[in-house]
């Protein structure tokens, strides 16, 4: 990297932020941070707990705080939650500080990573189960992609 920036990977839940923001943080020498482990250090709690506990308001201003801690506390690779750059300012803050890669995923591959995982409330509906049936979480994932692709 010639400019030396953060590097801000945001995509959709399943693409591949956190795996590859550890390989890239390896090859470029930096330091790697998982927004969505450090906002569930500073909570306390796993983020499905978080939902419940706290609600969405409360960890998606958790989550900005931690992104802003991030942007500012040098050169990083940076993996960002799922729906963080479709917070007011998220965007254009990251944008300022650093450099914005979008990993896209297809909705059947976010499926395929995402069938068995019990950590995305946003797509079962419930932070404590997987949705009903796979053609619910097949709607939910396509439903979701397309709220968020503008913000990608």
């Known amino acids: 990297m010639s400019a030396r920036r953060s ?7 399943g693409g591949g932020k956190s795996e590859t923001g550890r390989i890239l943080a390896v090859r470029l020498g930096l330091e790697f941070i998982d927004i969505d482990e450090a906002v569930e250090a500073e909570l306390g709690m796993s983020i499905p707990d978080a939902f419940d506990t706290v609600g969405e308001t409360e960890f ?5 705080e931690a992104i802003g801690t991030a942007g500012r506390a040098g050169i990083r690779v940076i993996a ?7 917070e007011r300012g998220t965007l254009e803050y990251i944008k300022r500080r650093g450099l914005v890669v979008y990993l896209r995923v297809s909705p059947e591959t976010a499926f395929m990573r995402l069938q068995d995982s019990y950590r995305r409330p946003k797509l079962n509906g419930t932070s ?16 979701l992609m397309a709220e968020r692709e503008p913000f990608y």
């Open 80 to 86: 960002l939650g799922g729906g963080a750059v479709a």
């Open 7 to 13: 590097v801000f990977l945001c995509g959709f839940s």
């Open 60 to 64: 998606r201003t958790v989550e900005r």
């Open 128 to 143: 404590r189960g997987a949705a009903k049936s796979t053609d619910d979480l097949r709607a939910a994932i396509v439903a």
